[in-house]
């Protein structure tokens, strides 16, 4: 199973990023996102589709539809630059190849 | 709040066996509920999903992987830890080890990551 995201995004800062996710009937799996700063850990921002963990902002949302995995960051800040990664699990736990959000 | 430790040889040699332990504080392994795993990341790459064990020792390992891996668990020691056989230098890696909220789900806790070198 492959997990399709773009390598780069770019938002304006305040701005609404928008990183995708795709997958074969991906909108029938559980899908999760990681945000990873540079020498860092994976955090999760989103587990189960839509749900946040406990300390992420509001401004961090997802949604699943057929195909595609979004992951939405509104109001974009600087430290929001990280690269975020989506998982699900199908016979195995796959990960997206990652997409590098740059904030303007 | 959970907090997860890696830790084991800062380097390995080629062909030989790469071991890691993960040290759980601030909750029990024994207490079930929770997998157990481990992820690594190539140098400047993405993240590559290893295996995970649940407290009675059941595992379940990446196919591509599962050769080479054992997951093992110490409950007593409220560890769980890692080997991997014939080490080559695509092994090298940052290895994390993290806990699953539900076998196959969600990391919600993240070690800080090992590099471990392999070169002789």
């Known amino acids: 199973y492959e997990l399709t995201q773009p390598l780069s995004v770019s938002v304006a800062l305040g701005q609404t990023a928008r990183i995708t996710c795709g997958g074969n009937d991906i909108g029938n799996k559980n899908v999760h996102w990681y945000q990873q700063r540079p020498g860092q850990a994976p955090v999760l921002v989103i587990y189960?589709?839509?749900s946040r963990p406990s300390g992420i902002p509001e401004r961090f949302s997802g949604s699943t539809s057929g195909n595609t995995a979004t992951l939405t960051i509104s109001r974009a800040q600087a430290g929001d630059e990280a690269d975020y990664y989506c998982q699900v699990w199908d016979s195995s736990s796959v990960f997206g190849g990652g997409t590098k959000l740059t904030v303007l | 709040q959970v907090q997860l430790q890696e830790s084991g040889p800062g380097l390995v040699k080629p062909s030989q066996t790469l071991s890691l332990t993960c040290t759980v504080s601030?909750?029990?392994?024994?207490?079930?509920?929770?997998?157990w795993s481990w992820i690594r990341q190539h140098p400047g790459k993405g993240l590559e999903w290893i295996g995970y064990i649940y407290h009675s020792g059941s595992t379940y390992y990446n196919p591509s992987l599962k050769s080479r891996v054992t997951i093992s668990v110490d409950t007593s020691k409220n560890q769980f830890s890692l080997k991997l056989t014939s080490v080559t230098a695509a092994d090298t890696a940052v290895y994390y080890c993290a806990r699953d909220g539900g076998g196959g789900g969600y990391l919600d806790y993240w070690g800080q990551g090992t590099l471990v070198p392999v070169s002789s």
């Open positions: 601030g909750g029990s392994i024994s207490s079930g509920g929770y997998y």
């Open positions: 189960r589709d839509t």
